[in-house]
């Protein structure tokens, strides 16, 4: 017989799924929980990790399988299961990956209260925007779930809410639940969210600490999506929980703090460089109690932290050395480059201000090689070989400063580690290849796919024209004429001041121009092959 404690339990599941349903979330690849780069993390702290290419990897909270299938698609013999409590998401993915020809992939509905161990061990658990919208049931079913299903050797992605940094925007919370009420779909009551949100941006008093939280979390969320306002501020559930607090339960499940999915954010000396020193007195040699007071220090909203087994804590060392990168491989943003000179260092930087800096005319030629050979990833051997062909003589003294470079790199976040390489065209040939799975998202009219690095790429009408073309067999010219009877048949129109485009010649100059902004796109955001 069901309990009344568990009849709420699941009508507050089935709320959830039916907001889901009316509302779903773009559904997108997440670079953070590539499992290449979760293994990464393991291996950098002296621990075992399974290669991706014949890993098993489940995601709790699948949507419609964004994260998951661009993820099978390039690696066909590792398994894939996606779980979502969205009929109308698992619909949409199942969708996809049947036009994909995809049978290592399995995407279901399901609750998480329900998801036992027969499914087998998994290298790979990834949970990603769940754990702090969904009933302290559930959440605890998160985290028996990454117990009986995490491989010995696994690693499990959970992302949440943290305290005491998101109390700020739970003012938020509470004054648009009070405004827009319950009554309506979620759709609805997103639109007079938004309403609220202008009204607040304009008219709380600016001098007041309520109106500059009241004022900034307004101006962040203008142009954010509809599906994270209603799910992140109008759901009847959002929990954060300190970090103390989640390792406890985390704990009581027989599960241990391997670390952040980005490093960097477990060094205090990216945050507060004054403050490091004392925050690492405070916690002593207690790596649970650096984050927490960490995330006091600076207000932290969002975690995204990784466990493995209780078992396995005592093998992992957390005195990072250069030597824990061997054979991983590293990349970083498409616009870090060198940026200046300074008092005889070289200082490379990227787009969100952070940098680097070296004094070390071997380290500048080895990231100078790095930058080269962007968007692809880089071992420190490519970087070696690199230098060699221009001439250089490369030593172990020399190889290690190198790998210490890209060490700090790493934990500056300028640079991110995987376990696998990232292979990608670095320059456009006449006759261009984009990789299958986003010639057939194209060819389908999926809006959103993912490039070779695991990142979101987005498909507009030209792209849906043109990318189903670049098998290698179309050069510039056949892409042109193809973009012209795509226009000719009425399924691309062109604009220019305001103005629909009409007259043939005029249609084959715009044809060209968004050919080549195609093309330019493609191959600068990694989506062609070599």
Same mark, same amino acid.
């Given at each position: 017989?069901?309990?009344?404690?568990?009849?709420?339990?699941?009508?507050?599941?089935?709320?959830?799924?039916?907001?889901?349903?009316?509302?779903?979330?773009?559904?997108?690849?997440?670079?953070?929980?590539?499992?290449?780069?979760?293994?990464?993390?393991?291996?950098?702290?002296?621990?075992?990790?399974?290669?991706?290419?014949?890993?098993?990897?489940?995601?709790?909270?699948?949507?419609?399988?964004?994260?998951?299938?661009?993820?099978?698609?390039?690696?066909?013999?590792?398994?894939?299961?996606?779980?979502?409590? +969205?009929?109308?998401?698992?619909?949409?993915?199942?969708?996809?990956?049947?036009?994909?020809?995809?049978?290592?992939?399995?995407?279901?509905?399901?609750?998480? @209260?329900?998801?036992?161990?027969?499914?087998?061990?998994?290298?790979?658990?990834?949970?990603?925007?769940?754990?702090?919208?969904?009933? $302290?049931?559930?959440?605890?079913?998160?985290?028996?779930?990454?117990?009986?299903?995490?491989?010995?050797?696994?690693?499990?992605?959970?992302?949440?809410?943290?305290?005491?940094?998101?109390? #700020?925007?739970?003012?938020?919370?509470?004054?648009?639940?009070?405004?827009?009420?319950?009554?309506?779909?979620?759709?609805?009551?997103?639109?007079?969210?938004?309403?609220?949100? +202008?009204?607040? $941006?304009?008219?709380?008093?600016?001098? @007041? @600490?309520?109106?500059?939280?009241?004022?900034?979390?307004?101006?962040?969320?203008?142009?954010?999506?509809?599906? =994270?306002?209603?799910?992140?501020?109008?759901?009847?559930?959002?929990?954060?929980? +300190?970090?103390?607090?989640?390792?406890? +339960?985390?704990?009581?499940?027989?599960?241990?703090?391997?670390? !952040?999915?980005?490093?960097?954010?477990?060094?205090? !000396?990216?945050?507060?460089?004054?403050?490091?020193?004392?925050?690492?007195?405070?916690?002593?040699?207690?790596?649970?109690?650096?984050?927490?007071?960490?995330?006091?220090? @600076?207000?932290?909203?969002?975690?995204?932290?990784?466990?493995?087994?209780? $078992?396995?804590?005592?093998?992992?060392?957390?005195?990072?050395?250069?030597?824990?990168?061997?054979?991983?491989?590293?990349?970083?943003?498409?616009?870090?480059?060198?940026?200046?000179? !300074?008092?005889?260092?070289?200082?490379?930087?990227?787009?969100?201000?952070?940098?680097?800096?070296?004094?070390?005319?071997?380290?500048?030629?080895?990231?100078?090689?790095?930058?080269?050979?962007?968007?692809?990833?880089?071992?420190?051997?490519?970087?070696?070989?690199?230098?060699?062909?221009?001439?250089?003589?490369?030593?172990?003294?020399?190889?290690?400063?190198?790998?210490?470079?890209?060490?700090?790199?790493?934990?500056?976040?300028?640079?991110?580690?995987?376990?696998?390489?990232?292979?990608?065209?670095?320059?456009?040939?006449?006759?261009?290849?984009?990789?299958?799975? #986003?010639?057939?998202?194209?060819?389908?009219?999926?809006?959103?796919?993912?490039?070779?690095?695991?990142?979101?790429?987005?498909?507009?009408?030209?792209?849906?024209?043109?990318?189903?073309?670049?098998?290698?067999?179309?050069?510039?010219?056949?892409?042109?004429?193809?973009?012209?009877?795509?226009?000719?048949?009425?399924?691309?129109?062109?604009?220019?001041?305001?103005?629909?485009?009409?007259?043939?010649?005029?249609?084959?100059?715009?044809?060209?121009?968004?050919?080549?902004?195609?093309?330019? =796109?493609?191959?600068?955001?990694?989506?062609?092959?070599?």
């Amino acid at each position: 017989m069901t309990t009344h404690f568990g009849t709420a339990v699941q009508a507050a599941i089935a709320r959830n799924a039916a907001s889901y349903d009316d509302l779903p979330y773009v559904s997108h690849p997440f670079p953070q929980t590539h499992p290449a780069r979760l293994g990464a993390v393991a291996r950098i702290f002296k621990l075992t990790a399974t290669d991706l290419s014949r890993a098993r990897v489940l995601e709790l909270g699948c949507a419609a399988g964004g994260n998951l299938i661009p993820l099978a698609a390039r690696h066909p013999d590792a398994y894939f299961l996606g779980v979502d409590l +969205s009929q109308r998401q698992i619909d949409e993915g199942q969708k996809r990956v049947a036009a994909l020809g995809l049978s290592n992939i399995n995407l279901r509905r399901q609750s998480l @209260t329900d998801l036992r161990s027969k499914d087998g061990g998994f290298d790979y658990i990834i949970c990603h925007g769940v754990y702090s919208w969904v009933p $302290e049931q559930v959440r605890d079913a998160i985290l028996r779930i990454a117990r009986e299903n995490l491989a010995p050797n696994g690693v499990a992605f959970i992302s949440y809410n943290v305290q005491p940094g998101w109390r #700020l925007r739970q003012t938020l919370r509470d004054a648009l639940a009070l405004h827009v009420g319950l009554h309506g779909s979620l759709s609805e009551r997103v639109a007079r969210a938004r309403e609220m949100l +202008s009204f607040l $941006e304009q008219n709380t008093p600016a001098e @007041t @600490t309520w109106g500059r939280i009241f004022r900034a979390e307004a101006n962040s969320l203008r142009n954010a999506d509809d599906s =994270y306002i209603g799910h992140e501020f109008l759901e009847d559930c959002n929990e954060p929980c +300190s970090f103390s607090e989640f390792m406890t +339960s985390a704990g009581g499940r027989g599960l241990a703090y391997l670390g !952040e999915a980005a490093l960097s954010a477990m060094m205090p !000396e990216n945050m507060n460089p004054a403050a490091a020193p004392l925050l690492r007195a405070l916690a002593g040699d207690n790596q649970v109690s650096l984050e927490q007071h960490m995330d006091i220090f @600076t207000g932290r909203t969002f975690r995204q932290t990784l466990l493995i087994h209780k $078992e396995r804590e005592g093998k992992c060392v957390r005195r990072i050395m250069p030597d824990a990168i061997e054979g991983l491989h590293f990349t970083a943003r498409s616009d870090f480059d060198f940026a200046r000179e !300074e008092d005889g260092a070289a200082i490379f930087a990227e787009g969100s201000g952070a940098w680097f800096s070296t004094r070390d005319v071997d380290v500048r030629r080895a990231i100078e090689a790095l930058i080269a050979r962007l968007p692809d990833s880089s071992s420190i051997e490519e970087l070696v070989t690199v230098m060699e062909v221009r001439g250089a003589s490369v030593d172990e003294a020399m190889r290690s400063r190198i790998a210490d470079a890209l060490l700090r790199m790493v934990l500056v976040g300028l640079a991110t580690a995987s376990t696998e390489p990232f292979r990608t065209a670095r320059s456009l040939s006449a006759k261009p290849v984009a990789c299958p799975m #986003l010639r057939a998202d194209a060819a389908a009219g999926v809006l959103h796919s993912a490039n070779l690095r695991h990142e979101t790429i987005r498909l507009d009408v030209v792209a849906q024209v043109v990318t189903p073309l670049l098998d290698g067999s179309n050069d510039r010219d056949g892409l042109i004429a193809a973009t012209i009877a795509a226009a000719d048949a009425g399924r691309v129109t062109f604009q220019r001041a305001g103005q629909t485009v009409v007259e043939p010649a005029d249609i084959a100059v715009c044809a060209a121009e968004h050919v080549d902004r195609v093309l330019g =796109y493609l191959q600068s955001n990694a989506c062609l092959l070599a």
